[in-house]
């Protein structure tokens, strides 16, 4: 909100810019008239209107923001439709058939072109339910995109509450499976890791023996990190997985998915332990 004036600007289109900022345009209805700079956590460092200058990253923001809108105007959708989208589908009005095709379409071309997305804008800024079309659609968008594009797109958009939901990504994407605990760690949702890597495990190829290893090695880290025991609670979900699904004995498997010595120690270690009673 502009403080002198009262009025509201929404931001429409974001980029972040490596290694901590991020280049924005707020709106004023359907026309940008703020350039602004955000740092990682969306606090304004600097803005100015575009009408009263313009340098080159606003004039690259306008261009970039240009190119999008110009392909998204090519979508089939109405405000009506937009507005029906803010709505979970059991309260929506689905006046348009195609609306949920029509939305996953959107995400995943901007999952794939890592485009600022007006839909998650939209959201932010006036949806009431996490539950509504727009995200919704964005959860099946996720499912079906590029397992690392889809990562780069949440945590660029700041949506980390859905980083879980790239777990089955894993064995197409096994970088994830190091890189979400190096983002989400040490931040303010280590929440985020935990989930992500116990569902990681509960879909992971068990034949992905790297894979695997490194699944349980993130375990290890976050253990020491937060002197927790999310590496048994991995190894126990795995272990459980080959004995209810492969053919083989669970130890055998094992060996033959941890080649690290110190993992390994660790693991005969945690097996060698007796249950506690109770």
């Given at each position: 909100m ?6 509201q600007?929404?931001?429409?289109y974001?980029?972040f ?9 707020l709106?004023d209805q359907?026309?940008p ?5 955000l740092d990682k956590?969306g606090?304004?460092l ?6 009263n ?9 306008m261009e970039a923001y240009?190119v999008?809108?110009?392909r998204?105007?090519q979508?089939k959708?109405?405000q009506?439709?937009?507005q029906?989208?803010?709505k979970?589908?059991s309260?929506a009005?689905?006046?348009n ?8 379409d ?5 999952i794939?072109h890592?485009?600022p997305?007006?839909?998650?804008s939209l ?10 079309l727009?995200?919704?659609t964005?959860?099946?968008a996720?499912?079906?995109?590029n397992?690392?594009r889809?990562?780069d ?6 949506i980390?509450?859905?980083?879980p939901l790239?777990?089955?990504?894993a064995?197409?994407?096994p ?8 983002v ?10 935990y ?8 879909t992971i190829?068990?034949?992905?023996h790297?894979s ?6 993130q375990g290890?880290?976050v253990d020491?990190v937060?002197?927790d025991?999310?590496m048994?609670r991995?190894?126990t979900?795995?272990?459980r997985r080959v ?5 083989e004995?669970?130890?055998a498997?094992l060996?033959k998915c941890?080649?690290?010595r110190?993992l390994?120690?660790?693991?005969m270690?945690m097996l ?7």
């Amino acid at each position: 909100m502009d403080q002198n004036s009262g009025r509201q600007y929404m931001i429409k289109y974001e980029r972040f810019v490596p290694p901590r900022k991020i280049h924005a345009l707020l709106f004023d209805q359907d026309v940008p008239v703020i350039f602004a700079i955000l740092d990682k956590e969306g606090r304004f460092l600097d803005s100015f209107f575009l009408s009263n200058k313009t340098t080159a990253d606003s004039a690259e923001a306008m261009e970039a923001y240009k190119v999008i809108a110009d392909r998204k105007a090519q979508h089939k959708m109405t405000q009506d439709d937009l507005q029906d989208a803010l709505k979970p589908e059991s309260e929506a009005k689905m006046k348009n058939k195609h609306i949920r095709k029509h939305l996953k379409d959107e995400h995943l071309e901007d999952i794939k072109h890592q485009w600022p997305s007006r839909l998650i804008s939209l959201q932010n800024a006036y949806g009431r339910s996490d539950d509504s079309l727009i995200i919704d659609t964005l959860r099946d968008a996720l499912a079906e995109a590029n397992g690392q594009r889809a990562f780069d797109f949440i945590t660029t958009h700041r949506i980390d509450r859905l980083v879980p939901l790239l777990a089955p990504h894993a064995s197409q994407s096994p970088e994830l499976i190091r890189l979400v605990p190096d983002v989400y760690l040490s931040s303010e949702h280590p929440e985020v890791v935990y989930d992500f890597l116990l569902q990681t495990a509960e879909t992971i190829d068990l034949g992905s023996h790297k894979s695997v290893e490194e699944l349980l090695n993130q375990g290890k880290r976050v253990d020491l990190v937060h002197h927790d025991s999310l590496m048994k609670r991995l190894l126990t979900l795995l272990m459980r997985r080959v004995k209810d699904e492969t053919d083989e004995k669970p130890t055998a498997w094992l060996s033959k998915c941890v080649h690290d010595r110190e993992l390994r120690a660790t693991i005969m270690d945690m097996l060698k332990k007796p249950k506690a009673k109770g």
